[in-house]
Nanobody
Framework: VQLQASGGGLVQAGGSLRLSCLAS????????LAWFRQAAGTEREGVAS????????YYRDSVKGRFTVSRDNAKNTGYLEMDSLKPEDTAVYYC????????????????????WGQGTLVTVSS
């Protein structure tokens, strides 16, 4: 049972990256999904979340209009499309899940997400 985040890398400011979060050993459709990030020397912060059915999503203000969270339950995979990247988006990005019945779109507290994948590093150069 695991979540595996991938797709990070080095990109220039203004560029794009697409992160993936592959769930193994359990049906992702039973869970809400969120993306978090942690820059060096800072606390981890919530970036975006999406309900199990994709009917609801939420973004932190700093990424609204630039990032898009999505999922393909048939592929057991969640995504974070990141466009117009800025140097301040540089961080290790994590995906995490919580049971779908517990989902509250605006609640991006770490403590509410019970299962986490390893991170993938995104570096945006200026």
């Amino acid at each position: 049972v695991q979540l595996q985040a991938s797709g990070g890398g080095l990109v220039q400011a203004g560029g794009s990256l697409r992160l993936s979060c592959l769930a193994s050993g359990f049906p992702l459709e039973h869970y809400a999904l969120a993306w978090f990030r942690q820059a060096a020397g800072t606390e981890r912060e919530g970036v975006a979340s999406i309900s199990s059915s994709s009917s609801d999503s939420y973004y932190r203000d700093s990424v609204k209009g630039r990032f898009t969270v999505s999922r393909d339950n048939a592929k057991n995979t969640g995504y974070l499309e990141m466009d117009s990247l800025k140097p301040e988006d540089t961080a290790v990005y994590y995906c995490a899940v919580r049971p779908r019945y517990q989902y509250s779109s605006r609640d991006l507290r770490e403590s509410e997400y019970s299962f986490w994948g390893q991170g993938t590093l995104v570096t945006v150069s200026s």
